[in-house]
């Protein structure tokens, strides 16, 4: 329940919503202590904001996965893991 909560006066994008929960579906938090899951999901989201805009754009634009939207949303999420290791 944790990744679902938002900040007061600061909602999270639908696009890094939609990051998030792909990231959970696709075993991104399966390896993170149950007490940093939330930490995880706001390195996740940092990560996106700061090196990934283009991407969150088309997320938003776009309004569905397609198979390149998610083969390139996996790919950010590699490198995301590869920083945060």
Same mark, same amino acid.
């Given at each position: 329940? /944790?990744l679902?909560k938002?900040?007061?006066f ?8 939609? =990051?998030?929960?792909? @990231?959970?579906?696709?075993g991104y938090?399966?390896? %993170?202590d149950?007490?940093? =899951?939330? @930490?995880?999901s706001?390195?996740?989201r940092?990560?996106f904001? @700061?090196?990934?805009?283009?991407l969150?754009? /088309?997320?938003r ?8 939207? /998610?083969?390139?949303? =996996?790919?950010?999420?590699? %490198?995301?893991?590869?920083? %945060?290791?």
């Amino acid at each position: 329940m /944790e990744l679902f909560k938002q900040p007061a006066f600061s909602p999270i994008s639908i696009e890094l919503q939609v =990051v998030t929960i792909y @990231a959970l579906q696709k075993g991104y938090y399966d390896t %993170a202590d149950l007490k940093k =899951v939330t @930490a995880t999901s706001v390195s996740i989201r940092d990560f996106f904001k @700061a090196r990934q805009d283009a991407l969150l754009t /088309e997320i938003r634009s776009k309004a569905a996965l397609d198979k390149d939207l /998610e083969a390139k949303i =996996v790919a950010a999420l590699d %490198a995301w893991k590869s920083t %945060a290791a």
